[in-house]
């Protein structure tokens, strides 16, 4: 070794010494090994359940495969570690990397991002299964956050699989250069489904659970579909999606009860044109100059990186999920509906289960009122958007909302309300009610507007008939 290497590698070595006391090498993984269809996944066994974060549902959606349907991921030799999470999909995020977005995403991001995070029971076996898709308005978040921790659920024998979707322009972008290409391109490119790309990353990963769900010891016929504000659209828009038919038995959706009308795909065209226009590129440009703009320039234009909605396809999405409803040709599954009090979305909420529970299935519905004590200076018209995500979850340790701040009242309804969503999972087939929380009898809606309303003391059931969408204007 030469003098100067020695000097380097004692100064390495100092440097480590004395950072002891600031950072630490990460603890040893217990390994937690499955086999699937692409290959080998080693996660890891924390608290009780298994955990495997970075799990690949659909190929990198980058370079030719930027604004295309997903493609199968390719098969991995060896064992491949599933203990770390991927970068989340790209969105606009804070400069300072420690300060989160209104999505709760902070630091890198990735186009490739077609990723899932799965908290399963040990020893599982024909276990239900829940999806979880991420709110954002989309064009933030991501499916690792702390408040959709799975281990409550994998504790209580249910597997829990977060799904990150592209977001922003990478995910509701149609244009005509893009369809020029496809055209281009010969028949079976052209047919591929263009724009929602967001939707076919939830089918992408939903057939990826009925394919290898079965490794971490779920059910495939038993999948519950769940999702929050966008996430809650999401599964809004999967009830009436052909090709989402069959890959789900159950549906939650929170403040995400999105029934409107899918865009005109010429309307989103010409939007995509003219938001183009503001970064300076022109209605002439071709695919292949679109894919050369960087992910991060869209996401920091505020005219593209919302993207443009679901636009609606003849092939792939004929009818919206609100025309489906109104002629009754909605897939018939459970759902369990809700949002909470210090939001509006009540009505549309109440509209959806008064919709989807007709006939067939039963709906469930539902209005989160509590306020954390340490809340009730700020929400004085109640709970707002996203308040009962650590709840739903039992995530409150997680959760940036939540923590030490957090009172035993908190914590006490988290075991509850987590309990309900969980009963609601496991909910026999045929069933038209499930008992939660401590003998809670969860009725489904009806005539008599039976809503159960989470308040500080536990579930209870009342008319939701006249609650009011959300606060007065003025509150």
């Not at 679109?290 to 505020?302: D, K």
């Not at 809606?445 to 059931?461: D, I, L, N, R």
Request: glycine share 12%; aromatic share 8%; hydrophobic share 45%.
């Amino acid at each position: 070794m030469s003098r100067y290497a020695g000097i380097t590698l004692g100064v390495i070595s100092f440097a480590m010494a004395a950072g002891a006391g600031l950072a630490q090498m990460p603890p040893t993984i217990d390994p937690a090994v499955v086999q699937i269809a692409n290959g080998t996944l080693s996660g890891s066994r924390e608290n009780g359940v298994l955990v495997f974060r970075g799990v690949p549902y659909a190929a990198a959606p980058v370079g030719e495969l930027r604004w295309r349907a997903p493609q199968p991921v390719a098969n991995w030799t060896g064992v491949r570690a599933a203990s770390a999470h991927e970068a989340p999909c790209v969105q606009p995020v804070d400069i300072d990397s420690t300060t989160a977005n209104f999505g709760g995403v902070n630091g890198a991001q990735s186009e490739d991002c077609l990723y899932l995070t799965i908290h399963a029971p040990q020893a599982g076996k024909g276990a239900p299964v829940m999806v979880w898709f991420h709110g954002g308005a989309f064009f933030l978040g991501a499916g690792h956050l702390g408040s959709y921790d799975g281990t409550a659920n994998a504790r209580q024998g249910v597997v829990t699989v977060s799904v990150n979707y592209r977001l922003g322009a990478m995910a509701n972008f149609v244009h005509p250069a893009l369809e020029a290409e496809a055209k281009a391109a010969g028949a079976a490119r052209a047919s591929e489904p263009r724009g929602n790309y967001a939707l076919q990353d939830s089918v992408a990963a939903l057939q990826w659970i009925r394919a290898n769900i079965a490794a971490f010891g779920g059910d495939a016929s038993n999948v519950t579909i769940a999702g929050q504000s966008a996430g809650g659209g999401i599964v809004t828009n999967l009830l009436s999606l052909p090709s989402a038919k069959g890959l789900f038995a159950k549906a939650i959706v929170q403040s995400g009860s999105l029934l409107m009308p899918d865009r005109d795909p010429a309307s989103a065209k010409d939007l995509a044109v003219k938001a183009m226009a503001t970064i300076g590129v022109s209605e002439t440009a071709k695919a292949k100059d679109l894919r050369a703009i960087s992910a991060q320039t869209f996401a920091a234009s505020t005219a593209l990186r919302s993207g443009f909605f679901f636009t609606s396809d003849e092939g792939y999405k004929p009818r919206s999920t609100i025309a489906a409803l109104k002629d009754g040709t909605e897939f018939d599954v459970p759902l369990l509906v809700g949002s909470n009090k210090g939001e509006r979305g009540f009505a549309a909420a109440r509209t959806f289960a008064s919709l989807a529970g007709d006939s067939g299935a039963p709906a469930f519905l539902y209005r989160f009122d509590h306020v954390p004590a340490f809340r009730a200076s700020e929400w004085k018209s109640g709970p707002i958007h996203s308040a009962e995500l650590m709840f739903t979850f039992d995530s409150i340790d997680l959760s940036s909302w939540g923590g030490a701040k957090a009172d035993a009242a908190d914590r006490a309804l988290a075991k509850q309300m987590n309990g309900c969503w969980v009963a609601f999972a496991r909910m026999a087939k045929g069933a038209r009610t499930f008992d939660c929380a401590n003998g809670f009898a969860w009725k489904p809606f009806g005539k008599e507007g039976e809503t159960a309303v989470f308040g500080s003391t536990g579930p209870a059931m009342k008319s939701g008939l006249a609650m009011p969408d959300g606060p007065a204007a003025a509150e």
